[in-house]
């Protein structure tokens, strides 16, 4: 199984500010993935990270708002910009195991906007 | 469009008793289904998964059954224990290393 490191695990941050969250995994991925998961809700997918290329988003997600880095296939980065009280979720990055049929998930961010 | 289902939403039961979680899906054209447990700040942890090819699988305590066909798969815990409380999520894949999409989940307590 995969190790996968997040951080922060925890963040207040006020209205109009920007996020990074980082996620690192303890061997080479090819795929990575980030989830939300909204207060109450279930996990919604963001986006594909894939290295060399630039992530794939999901219906109602957008670059500008959460824009993605995967410099290498150990690492990757979900900016959340410009945050507004509605982006209060947890958000999670996921790689596949061996055979790519098994995720596994990070700890999550709890992240809150005042 | 995909949509997964999870009945109940939430459970109460007293330590020791067997208990089944529901989970639907719309669209019977899967790659493999599975089910995650989730601790507060602790993220998910995978628990079994079902290629869309089999009928169930077995880990310790659970057992979780597929019948893909009418898009409905069962998560059977045994002689449940307090450690079990946690929420309970399935998700169906439409392909190999391919985004899942979550039921809403089955938050479960085990009580002494």
């Known amino acids: 199984s995969a190790v996968i490191s997040q951080k922060p695990s925890r963040d207040i941050c006020q209205r109009g500010t920007s996020l990074t969250i980082q996620c690192q995994v303890d061997s080479q991925v090819t795929m990575m993935f980030w989830y939300r998961q909204q207060p109450g809700q279930s996990l919604t997918l963001i986006a594909t990270a894939n290295q060399g290329s630039e992530a794939t988003y999901e219906s109602g997600f957008v670059i500008d708002k959460f824009p993605i880095s995967r410099p290498n296939l150990t690492f990757s980065t979900l900016t959340v910009s410009n945050m507004s009280p509605e982006d209060s979720s947890i958000y999670l990055c996921s790689v596949g195991g061996p055979g790519n049929e098994k995720l596994f998930f990070g700890s999550g961010t709890q992240l809150s906007v005042l | 469009k995909q949509e997964v289902t999870q009945i109940p939403a939430a459970l109460s039961v007293p330590e020791g008793e067997n208990l089944v979680l529901n989970c639907s899906f719309t669209?019977?054209?899967?790659?493999?289904l599975q089910w995650f447990r989730q601790d507060p700040g602790k993220g998910l942890t995978s628990l079994l998964l079902i290629q869309s090819s089999q009928r169930e699988q077995t880990s310790g305590r659970l057992n979780a059954s597929l019948d893909k066909s009418s898009g409905r798969s069962t998560l059977y815990i045994a002689a449940s224990q307090p450690g079990d409380s946690a929420t309970y999520l399935c998700?169906?894949?439409?392909?190999?290393?391919?985004?899942?999409?979550f039921g809403t989940g089955t938050r479960l307590q085990v009580t002494l």
């Open positions: 669209d019977s054209a899967i790659y493999n």
């Open positions: 998700a169906v894949s439409p392909g190999t290393a391919s985004k899942l999409t």
